[in-house]
């Protein structure tokens, strides 16, 4: 069965500074990865995806990820946060041909200090 | 184009009632999936339907809950007999047929936040 990691429970960061929020995930067969984010008392969002090819993917307002398999690691990125930018950030995996439902991590609270 | 709807958004029972969480899945989605988010923990998955078949229970309590999706009108996921330890976020989530370049999104509801008093 596949587990995911997501070693931060909070990350606080000053705006415009850069950050990045940590996923490792286990699993036994090949995977998909995504990330969500939760706004406070909201549905989670669809931020990025890696389902194959290139390992660097991009989400529309600035973030990225990238799928490290050696590392088994999806950590996401962005160069330059926004106050918007705070909320809850959960990395997922699917296990490739598997059922169909998501393996969350715990969730990551990013915290954007003006 | 409306998004996945679920009511009732919050919703209090007593120990013992029985709770009745809906959703509707985004138009032209046919796969529902539910979810459960206890404080400060990820979601976890509980039951993953197609109209009227359950495709995969694996996550769901052996006893007092149930999911089921008719041929008309919204998933339903019912837990009878709600005690303290069920007060959580219950999230429904919607994806397209299988393939394309949709291809695994899903679509989160709003959730509906159940408290058991």
């Known amino acids: 069965a596949q587990s995911v990691t997501q070693l931060d429970s909070q990350v606080p960061v000053f705006e415009e500074a850069p950050v990045e929020l940590r996923c490792n995930y286990s699993s036994s067969v090949s995977v998909y990865l995504f990330w969500y984010v939760q706004y406070p008392n909201q549905g989670l969002q669809l931020l990025l995806k890696y389902l194959s090819g290139s390992t660097l993917v991009e989400s529309i307002n600035g973030f990225e990820a990238e799928f490290n398999k050696s590392q088994t690691s999806f950590h996401l990125r962005k160069p330059s946060v926004h106050i918007s930018d705070t909320a809850e950030y959960f990395c997922a995996v699917k296990e490739g041909g598997g059922a169909d439902g998501l393996t969350f991590g715990k969730g990551t609270h990013l915290i954007i200090q003006p | 184009n409306a998004g996945v709807m679920q009511n009732p958004r919050h919703l209090v029972r007593r120990r013992g009632q029985e709770a009745r969480l809906r959703c509707s899945p985004m138009k032209g989605h046919s796969h529902v999936y539910w979810y459960r988010q206890l404080p400060e923990e990820g979601l976890k998955f509980m039951v993953y339907l197609q109209k009227e078949n359950i495709i995969d229970e694996s996550g769901m309590p052996k006893e007092r809950f149930s999911a089921e999706f008719p041929k008309e009108g919204p998933s339903i996921l019912r837990i009878q007999q709600v005690v303290r330890g069920d007060s959580a976020a219950y999230f429904c989530?919607?994806?397209?047929?299988?393939?394309?370049?949709?291809?695994?999104?899903?679509?989160f509801g709003p959730g509906t936040r159940l408290t058991v008093t």
């Open positions: 989530a919607s994806s397209p047929p299988s393939g394309g370049a949709r291809a695994y999104e899903q679509y």
